[in-house]
Nanobody, 121 residues
Framework: QVQLVESGGGLVQAGGSLTLSCAAS????????MAWFRQPPGKEREFVAA????????NYADSVKGRFTISRDNAKNTVYLQMNTLKPEDTALYYC??????????????WGQGTQVTVSS
């Protein structure tokens, strides 16, 4: 059973930065694309960023382009989300997810429990 454990969330002032981490179990981490999603209070879950298994390809939601950076360390089975210039509207529960193939797609079958990010104005 795949386990994904997020960490790094917290309370930060607008304009600040946070780095989220997601540690995955298993031996074939590089065989799967990884992604970050978020669910703001009272809203639907939304896509934030994704990275291919090789880390050669990334994709971002328009709302975070230029501010967030997704990366991964396949030797550590970990994916990261560096978040800069945070805004109050970035407040959400952030989830990491594992794809079904090494390529970025809309198919994510394994999810973590989430880590809360709160941005104060």
């Amino acid at each position: 059973q795949v386990q994904l454990v997020e960490s790094g969330g917290g309370l930060v002032q607008a304009g600040g930065s946070l780095t989220l981490s997601c540690a995955a179990s298993g031996r074939t981490f590089s065989s799967y694309a990884m992604a970050w999603f978020r669910q703001p209070p009272g809203k639907e879950r939304e896509f934030v960023a994704a990275i291919s298994g090789s880390a050669l390809t990334t994709n971002y939601a328009d709302s975070v382009k230029g501010r967030f950076t997704i990366s991964r360390d396949n030797a550590k089975n970990t994916v990261y989300l560096q978040m800069n210039t945070l805004k109050p509207e970035d407040t959400a529960l952030y989830y990491c997810a594992r794809g079904a193939t090494p390529f970025i797609s809309h198919d994510y079958r394994h999810w973590g429990q989430g880590t809360q990010v709160t941005v104060s104005s």
